[in-house]
């Protein structure tokens, strides 16, 4: 059974930086891309960033370009986010999400998030 | 403003059928067929419940359906059922510029 299990939460001064964590089980790490989606309080959806499978590539929203950058350690089959230069409008629940399959663009598995709080 | 465009909401009665649209731009999904549908209910994850227009995972009832004209996608949920009320969002595909677009959901109520 996939498990997508997001960390690292809080509340963050305007400024400030944190840094999520999704450890991942159930499936092969290394084979599969993943992205980080987040919903602000009252809103849709909004797509953030994805690291493919051998993790040679990144894309961002233009939202966070700069300032967030995702990565995957292998070794514990973990997914970051490292955001700096945190907003008001970067507070939300972050979802890490699993991609369906190579060259893909849909997400079949879905963790249960870890709310971000940006405010003085 | 959301990049594709869903209506805020869509209601039926049981057993009867519900069409959402989601509307974007011959740069996303009019340029690709990588338009996926999740439901989402409060407080819990999104489920992916239709993947490259048409496609159904494995265990989604065949009751939801996708179809894509030019740059408007859409979902029907047949057969309404009680538990099919929550939040439905569209994604498609949008090039490696912006990658992955949602629409702004659309709010499904059971009447």
């Known amino acids: 059974e996939v498990r997508l299990v997001e960390s690292g939460g809080g509340l963050v001064q305007p400024g400030g930086s944190l840094r999520l964590s999704c450890t991942a089980s159930?499936?092969?790490?290394?084979?599969?891309?993943l992205s980080w989606v987040r919903q602000a309080p009252g809103k849709g959806l909004e797509w953030v960033s994805v690291?493919?499978?051998?993790?040679?590539?990144?894309h961002y929203a233009d939202s966070v370009k700069g300032r967030f950058t995702i990565s995957r350690d292998k070794s514990n089959s973990t997914l970051y986010l490292r955001m700096t230069s945190l907003r008001a409008e970067d507070t939300a629940l972050y979802y890490c999400?699993?991609?369906?399959?190579?060259?893909?663009?849909?997400?079949?598995?879905w963790g249960q998030g870890t709310l971000v709080t940006v405010s003085s | 403003q959301s990049a594709l465009t869903q209506p805020p909401s869509a209601s039926g009665s049981p057993g009867q059928s519900v069409t959402i649209s989601c509307t974007g731009s011959?740069?996303?999904?009019?340029?690709?067929?990588?338009v996926s549908w999740y439901q989402k209910h409060p407080g819990k994850a999104p489920k992916l419940m239709i993947y490259?227009?048409?496609k159904r995972p494995s265990g989604v009832p065949d009751r939801f359906s996708g179809s894509k004209s030019g740059s408007t996608a859409s979902l029907t949920v047949s057969g309404l059922k009680a538990e099919d009320e929550a939040e439905y969002y569209c994604s498609s595909y949008a090039g490696n510029n912006k990658y992955v677009l949602f629409g702004g959901g659309t709010k499904v109520t059971v009447l």
């Open positions: 159930g499936f092969t790490f290394m084979r599969y891309a």
């Open positions: 011959n740069s996303d999904v009019g340029a690709y067929d990588y």
């Open positions: 999400a699993k991609h369906k399959g190579g060259g893909t663009y849909n997400f079949d598995s």
């Open positions: 490259e227009v048409t």
């Open positions: 690291e493919t499978g051998n993790g040679d590539t990144t």
